[in-house]
């Protein structure tokens, strides 16, 4: 089966939503006080998708200033209505950020660097526009091991398709483990990364609230089963039901697991 177009494009918000955006925003909080910044400074959100860190970071985290860079519009829009204002948001990209140097105190980014095509280039990015001593922050999700919601897909979808290895993003994105983001934070010039695993439960209700936001066609894993015809895709569906643990009440509850890493920016 041919997969040229099945991308990792995001642009609709509401279905992102739906998807693991909901996720992102039980992690948020939980990093943010893994990081501890202290109030009164300045924040950017790098990839800051729908809004959710930096909503976060507006009711926790008593900031001078919250910034957001994001290259969907699609999301951008979405961004603003969820955030209202409560943050200054930016068209652009990860390695080519619209503010000047020295610019903030803390930069974050949240399920996003494993998307970015020139990790390097966007980590110099980061710690450009950051205060020397200042904070670089970031979280990826486990593709490979315990988020569970996207692991149970891909396996499912391997076992029907073996070809569908190509687009899992527990092979393909290899930096969403620990000691791979610490080396990139490392070979970015960051002083003294540290990483965490930080897990959260994701209850569905019953499998068909948990296969609903695969037919969003938003994200590799959604996009790879709309790309399907209709009796592939019951196929799969039912493969998934198969191997998912289900309780007794027909509900099912996941771990999701990201990995979250700081740094500091040298002086």
């Known amino acids: 089966m041919s997969h040229e177009h099945v991308s990792d494009t995001w642009q609709r918000g509401s279905l992102y939503e739906h998807y693991v955006g909901r996720w992102s925003r039980s992690i948020a909080p939980v990093f943010l006080g893994w990081l501890d910044i202290p109030a009164e400074r300045r924040w950017l ?4 998708g729908t809004g959710a860190l930096c909503a976060a970071i507006v009711d926790r985290c008593s900031p001078l ?23 200054v948001l930016h068209h652009g990209s990860a390695d080519a950020l619209p503010l000047p140097d020295a610019a903030v105190d803390v930069v974050v980014s949240g399920l996003v660097v494993n ?27 486990d593709y490979a091991g315990k988020m569970e919601l996207i692991r149970h897909f891909w396996d499912a979808a391997i076992e029907l398709d ?11 994105f290899p930096v969403c483990r620990p000691e791979a983001l610490v080396e ?30 695969f037919l969003g066609g938003q994200g590799p894993a959604p996009a790879y089963a709309m790309s399907l015809d209709e009796p592939t895709r019951v196929r799969l569906r039912e493969r998934i039901r198969a191997r998912i643990p289900v309780q007794a ?13 700081r740094a500091t920016v040298a002086p």
Do not use: H, K
């Not at 910034?67 to 409560?86: C, I, K, Q, T």
């Not at 490392?186 to 948990?210: Q, S």
């Open 249 to 261: 009440d027909g509900s099912i509850s996941l771990i999701a697991r990201a990995w979250s890493v």
């Open 45 to 48: 959100d790098v990839g800051c």
């Open 162 to 172: 073996p070809d569908a290895s190509s687009l899992d993003e527990g092979i393909r």
């Open 65 to 87: 200033s919250v910034d957001g860079v994001e290259p969907s519009e699609g999301f951008l829009r979405a961004a603003r209505e969820n955030l209202s204002g409560r943050a």
């Open 184 to 213: 990139q934070f490392t070979g970015a010039g960051l002083l003294m990364p540290e990483v965490r695993a930080i897990d959260i439960l994701t209850p569905f209700a019953n499998f068909d609230d948990y296969w609903r936001p």
């Open 115 to 141: 998307f970015v095509p020139d990790l390097p280039a966007a980590l110099a990015e980061m710690a450009r526009v950051t205060v020397a001593g200042g904070t670089i922050g970031a979280y990826v999700w």
